[in-house]
């Protein structure tokens, strides 16, 4: 079975603060993808970043970095320098092919940032 | 602009109501999902089209129908819903079938705000 599990339900820092959000997953599968997906009060999922199991460098994508360790299962995202418009629910997602076609995403029951002045 | 769309953005339904969700997607993709939204829970997964073929259906009830015309349109066919079925519905897209990398990646639609009363 597919878990996600983020732990943090909410999380207040003060803008320019650094924040990491915690991830961590449950799989079988050999092959799978992690993703972070951003939900601003507008409602849409924004992608992120996609990773595969098989690689296990980090990234760095201007003021977001994340950290994927396959021994801790787990996928941890790292924004630097907080701004404001930042703040949104956060999640975090693993996904499988499914046989018939398409992908079977299973999402964290995210991260809510609030990011004040 | 993510390239998936959704009609309409609020909708308010009584009861007894009969009422559909339309998405549209404009990203050359053949994977469409309906994923439902509560609060204080995690998404849940509701159907998976595949070339215009469910080939998931997570234990809906009857009372949501999807409908798949053609790859690009994705209905949610309400009917007699219940309280509890007021969330936020959305609408996703991705590339599909096959094990490409990006048959992994779904994209996301703004979603529907639906309130039953």
């Known amino acids: 079975a597919q878990k996600v599990t983020q732990a943090q339900t909410e999380i207040s820092v003060v803008e320019k603060e650094d924040v990491t959000l915690d991830c961590v997953y449950e799989?079988?599968?050999?092959?799978?993808?992690l993703f972070w997906y951003k939900q601003p009060p507008s409602g849409e999922l924004v992608f992120l970043i996609r990773r595969n199991s098989f690689d296990e460098q980090n990234e760095i994508s201007g003021r977001y970095s994340w950290n994927f360790q396959k021994s801790t299962s787990s996928f941890n995202f790292t924004i630097t320098a907080s701004q404001v418009v930042d703040s949104a629910v956060y999640f975090c997602?693993?996904?499988?092919?499914?046989?018939?076609?398409?992908?079977?995403?299973?999402f964290g029951t995210g991260t809510q940032l609030k990011v004040e002045l | 602009e993510t390239g998936v769309t959704q009609t309409p953005r609020h909708l308010v339904m009584g009861m007894t109501n009969k009422k559909s969700l339309k998405c549209e997607q404009h990203l050359g993709h053949n994977a469409m999902y309906w994923y439902k939204q509560s609060a204080k829970k995690p998404l849940e997964l509701m159907f998976v089209?595949?070339?215009?073929?469910?080939?998931e259906n997570n234990s809906v009830p009857s009372r949501f129908s999807p409908e798949c015309p053609n790859s690009s349109h994705l209905f949610l066919h309400l009917h007699t819903l219940q309280p509890e079925d007021s969330a936020l519905y959305l609408c996703?897209?991705?590339?599909?079938?096959?094990?490409?990398?990006?048959?992994?990646?779904?994209?996301f639609g703004p979603g529907t705000r639906l309130t039953v009363t």
């Open positions: 799989t079988r599968d050999t092959t799978y993808y």
């Open positions: 997602a693993l996904s499988y092919i499914l046989t018939g076609g398409g992908n079977k995403l299973t």
């Open positions: 089209y595949s070339l215009e073929e469910r080939v």
């Open positions: 996703a897209s991705s590339q599909g079938p096959g094990n490409r990398v990006e048959s992994y990646e779904q994209y």
